[in-house]
């Protein structure tokens, strides 16, 4: 009498594993090299971006020589902004780093501000009339929080090569290259750690809208402001 033939195990489990395994390295590979989801920890960069915000960040659009005054940019604060070690220990910068990748929580080495100064730049706050100028002229800022003077900092600092003088847009709630005057760098953000540029808006729905590069916010104007 033949035996009955064992029934092979519902492999469906291990295809559903495959599956999201598969997902997950894809998902690892494009926000490596082409595209990444950053959120919004802060008011420095409103009207433009707010708190909470979820931004979709294009990796590709950040060679050095492509960059332009105004330019909106995301970038490794590490050396700069931020200590090059959290001190936290190993499992709580993997749970924060987790948090970041997924999308749900800020970063503290990670940050987003705007291109005021290029290298070779000399970038001045403020003039008689209290704007900035670079190089001697006034730039136009109309992406400034309303309200909002160019900076109530008083500076005057050339950008050296291969790095980036950066501001947020809420100037009165922004922690940027003006808080590290006097400190190692200066507050100079080296061009290598730009991470890539805002291009959407993807969460909340109500805000979902492209990041377009502004072509005339930061031109230069005659010194008379004409």
């Known amino acids: 009498m033949d035996q009955p033939k064992r029934q092979p195990r519902n492999p469906g489990w291990r295809f559903a594993l495959l599956a999201v395994v598969l997902a997950v390295a894809i998902s690892a590979v494009v926000r490596s090299l082409w595209v990444d989801i950053y959120y919004i920890p802060s008011a420095s960069m409103e009207p433009l971006l707010l708190t909470g915000d979820r931004i979709l960040v294009a990796r590709t659009a950040v060679e050095p020589a492509s960059l332009s005054r105004g330019d909106v940019v995301v970038f490794d604060g590490r050396g700069s902004f931020a200590p090059l070690n959290s001190g936290k220990g190993p499992v709580v910068d993997a749970l924060a780093d987790a948090g970041h990748w997924l999308g749900l929580a800020g970063s503290d080495t990670t940050y987003v501000k705007r291109v005021i100064g290029l290298p070779g730049d000399r970038v001045v706050c403020c003039d008689a009339g209290g704007r900035l100028t670079v190089n001697g002229q006034q730039i136009a800022e109309p992406y400034l929080y309303p309200g909002d ?16 003088w950066l501001m947020g847009d809420h100037r009165s709630a922004s922690a940027d290259s003006r808080s590290l005057l006097g400190a190692p760098g200066g507050g100079m953000v080296p061009l290598e750690r730009v991470i890539g540029r805002p291009v959407q808006i993807i969460w909340p729905l109500d805000r979902f809208a492209a990041v377009a590069r502004p072509e005339q916010a930061a031109a230069t104007t005659t010194t008379n402001g004409q």
């Open 149 to 164: 003077t160019p900076s109530e900092t008083k500076f005057s600092v050339e950008v050296p090569a291969g790095r980036l």
